[in-house]
């Protein structure tokens, strides 16, 4: 079985370009999450969506991030502009209906903001 | 704010059984524990969880104390792969923080030849 699919595993790019990152959940699950990890903050959820939909974005640390998640299969993260200090780790995972089943992880893509 | 503690590293030789403790004292009824590990540049992987009960796979085991205040994860034979951060997390099945992982800093397994 496929697990999630994050893409691009890395990138490189300068301050103040637009970054998106993209997510594909495993198929039938149906809440996704994504993640954000450093070494001063360790892996904190940013937002995460059941059925599409939004449900938390509290951790969404400022408007320069977005996050949508079109339809059941796709999902986005976005950054604009980008700033040195958005450099992260950023994972995505999905799940059935949590807490009682298991968030399943991507490999990440690892940002570089110069 | 989902709190645990764990310690912040441990060792083991290779096939040896690897206790691993974690306190969630102000645990509520209906917070679960999750267990997972994370390999050097990999996502987070699932583990273990549980509610109540003890639980096995066929990874690890898990043992919940009888008032739920404390739990250990229990690799029965570390290998060299499963050198990595081990996180013990609340997840609760209600309120605003519903089906949410909070990820504390976890425990450095250390795993010798």
């Known amino acids: 079985d496929a697990g999630v699919i994050q893409s691009p595993r890395h990138e490189v790019t300068e301050m103040g370009q637009e970054v998106t990152l993209r997510c594909k959940p495993i198929?039938?699950?149906?809440?996704l999450f994504w993640y954000r990890q450093t070494m001063m903050r360790g892996l904190e959820l940013l937002i995460y969506?059941?059925?599409?939909?939004?449900?938390?974005d509290s951790g969404m640390p400022e408007d320069r991030f977005s996050a949508k998640m079109p339809n059941a299969s796709f999902s986005t993260l976005k950054i604009q502009p980008s700033e040195p200090r958005d450099s992260a780790v950023y994972f995505c995972?999905?799940?059935?209906?949590?807490?009682?089943?298991?968030?399943?992880f991507g490999d990440g893509t690892r940002l570089s903001i110069l | 704010d989902a709190k645990t503690t764990q310690p912040n590293s441990m060792e083991s030789n290779e096939e040896e059984p690897v206790h691993l403790p974690c306190n969630h004292s102000t645990i509520s009824g209906t917070d679960y524990i999750h267990w997972y590990r994370q390999l050097p540049s990999q996502g987070p992987e699932y583990v273990i969880h549980g509610l109540t009960s003890n639980v096995n796979n066929r990874m690890a085991s898990l043992a919940i104390a009888e008032d739920r205040k404390s739990s250990t994860l229990i690799l029965h034979r570390a290998t060299l792969r499963d050198a990595a951060v081990y996180y013990c997390i609340r997840s609760n099945a209600g309120g605003t923080s519903y089906g949410k992982l909070t990820f504390g800093q976890g425990t450095i397994l250390t795993v010798h030849p």
């Open positions: 969506f059941n059925n599409n939909v939004p449900i938390d």
């Open positions: 198929s039938g699950h149906d809440y």
């Open positions: 995972a999905s799940s059935l209906r949590p807490p009682n089943q298991p968030q399943h």
